[in-house]
């Protein structure tokens, strides 16, 4: 299909404006048409920036990963406490595009996600956790971060009574005394995961952790 020869709207516009269609209306709402219209400009437009609607679903994705951003947090002993910042504020801006979360999965940013990696290494090193556990947290990190926010905002929002949703009293009564006795939210029981996570790695390795 032909550019048009003056661009009409920018790079940043097109996804903002996806953006606010995927989180109003759903991602089966979204289409090239749809977006044009949302941006008052023909579809033609949309080709100065983009090659088709992959390559925008695609930035969508690394706008949303990308906005989670990095705690400010001297190196020490402490350390574990910077990697809960950092999943939590992942977390927080999947969790703030719910619709958007099919997307991060098949278009997942991994080369801005292992850009932010020599930073968080280097963090590690001058906290004086050894080298040969730093692939094992930061990969250990990704993965339980973007999995467990991922899950959670497919999932939709829950309480603390609802974690575990459709439980039934008469067919399992542990789970419902467990439920009824959580005092945990979503959001604590994340924090207490990556903490047990981060512990549970250096438990063994004689290496200095916060009580």
């Not at 619709?99 to 801005?112: E, F, G, K, S």
């Not at 001058?126 to 250990?140: A, R, T």
């Not at 439920?179 to 979503?186: E, G, I, K, Q, V």
Request: charged letters at 20%; zero cysteines.
């Amino acid at each position: 299909m032909p550019r048009p020869s003056q661009p009409l709207i920018s790079r940043s516009s097109v996804v903002a404006a996806s953006i606010e269609i995927i989180d109003t209306e759903g991602l089966d709402a979204f289409s090239l048409p749809r977006l044009a219209k949302h941006l008052g400009v023909r579809a033609p437009s949309l080709y100065h920036h983009f090659a088709d609607k992959s390559e925008i679903l695609a930035a969508v994705a690394r706008h949303i990963a990308g906005a989670g951003s990095i705690p400010r947090r001297k190196p020490g002993p402490d350390w574990p406490e910077f990697f809960v910042a950092l999943a939590l504020n992942l977390r927080r801006s999947i969790l703030r595009h719910r619709n958007a979360a099919p997307i991060l999965l098949q278009y997942l940013p991994r080369d801005l996600l292992i850009s932010t990696y020599e930073e968080t290494a280097r963090f590690l090193a001058d906290s004086g956790v050894p080298p040969h556990l730093h692939v094992q947290i930061l990969d250990g990190m990704e993965r339980i971060t973007l999995g467990a926010a991922l899950t959670e905002a497919m999932r939709g929002p829950s309480t603390r009574s609802t974690i575990f949703p459709n439980v039934d009293a008469d067919s399992q009564p542990v789970l419902t005394v467990a439920l009824a006795a959580n005092r945990m939210t979503s959001k604590q029981l994340f924090e207490e995961m990556v903490r047990s996570f981060l512990h549970g790695v250096v438990r063994d390795a004689e290496v200095a952790v916060p009580a």
